[in-house]
């Protein structure tokens, strides 16, 4: 998901800067893109922790789970509806985003609990 979320990123950001130049759909494709690409790698950096932090503790590996479900959730709501109101879809579709955000705070505030979470002895 994160591979697929910064290739439509890229895509955005190109459609931003040929297609849609300096216009108002630029501006949606941009900031999609940029938020995109920028969760994508902190999906990444969620699955390399939990692929790497297996005596981390339950609470410790949930954490991580609410992180990557946050931050996919947000690739689907934030840079999704700005991709799809910068392709013209009804502005309705804006109301989308602060749901995005939201779970995207939510998904760096689970990062951060996780890094803070106490660790079993070894």
Do not use: K, Q
């Amino acid at each position: 998901m994160a591979g697929l979320s910064g290739a439509v990123a890229v895509v955005a950001d190109t459609l931003a800067a040929h297609v849609a130049r300096n216009g108002p759909a630029a501006v949606e494709f941009n900031t999609g893109a940029r938020y995109g690409l920028l969760h994508a790698l902190a999906l990444i950096a969620v699955t390399l922790l939990a692929m790497t932090n297996g005596a981390a503790g339950v609470a410790a590996a949930r954490l991580l789970a609410v992180a990557g479900w946050c931050f996919l959730g947000g690739l689907v709501l934030f840079p999704g509806s700005l991709y799809l109101l910068g392709a013209g879809a009804p502005a309705i579709l804006g109301s989308l985003a602060p749901l995005g955000g939201i779970l995207f705070i939510a998904g760096w505030l689970a990062l951060m609990l996780f890094a803070l979470a106490p660790r079993p002895a070894a």
